[in-house]
């Protein structure tokens, strides 16, 4: 099977849904931060393992306590997956930290911060005019 092959994206969708569904209501453990998010999942070719991109809210902190405790919880999920997906193989999860979501906000803060900035300038010049 092809990385790319229309096979391999429904199993990735089906495994981000159903995971983001198990970590709602399936993790009890309290490393987990509430604010946690699944991005998105790569899961290989042959269907054995899975990249679990998540997204979490807080500090440096929380955010290791949460990949530590996920990395618990997987064997946990892994076999709820089993259960509740009809698959012949159940893909190992790995989770990777992804920060996309947190650079996107500051990129949008930098860009906010420059047209309030070009907003002002051109209050000043438009007050300047009118007094000639």
Do not use: C, W
């Amino acid at each position: 099977m092809r990385k790319n092959s229309m096979k391999n994206r429904i199993v990735s969708q089906e495994v981000r849904r159903e995971l983001s569904r198990l970590m709602l209501d399936g993790v009890k453990d309290p490393r987990v931060a509430p604010l946690t998010t699944v991005t998105d999942v790569t899961v290989a070719p042959d269907l054995k393992t899975a990249k679990v991109y998540v997204s979490v809210y807080g500090d440096a902190e929380v955010k290791k306590n949460t990949m530590d405790g996920l990395k618990n919880a997987a064997p946990y999920l892994r076999s709820m997956l089993a259960k509740n997906l009809n698959m012949r193989l159940t893909p190992q999860l790995f989770f990777v930290l992804d920060d996309s979501l947190e650079y996107a906000m500051k990129i949008e803060g930098m860009i906010a911060s420059l047209h309030k900035e070009e907003d002002s300038g051109e209050e000043e010049s438009s007050e300047e005019e009118e007094g000639l």
